[in-house]
């Protein structure tokens, strides 16, 4: 699996409030990652939540 710095990630909301994505750091970079197991950013993102090293913040409420 590749190494990213992962500094932090927030859930983002669609237009109904529903999660459909993410906001993260990466490497120095915010970015914006897609609920898909097949992008590596998310397989890095859920492989350091599974270890318990990196928490997923709940979305701000009315913004992304």
């Known amino acids: 699996m590749n190494q990213f710095n992962i500094t932090s990630v927030k859930h983002q909301l669609d237009f109904v409030g529903d999660i459909c994505g993410m906001k993260a750091i990466i490497d120095g970079v915010e970015m914006s990652i897609p609920l898909d197991p097949a992008n590596r950013h998310y397989a890095a993102i859920m492989e350091q ?4 090293t990196l928490t997923i913040a709940e979305a701000d409420n009315g913004s992304n």
């Open 49 to 52: 939540v599974s270890a318990g």
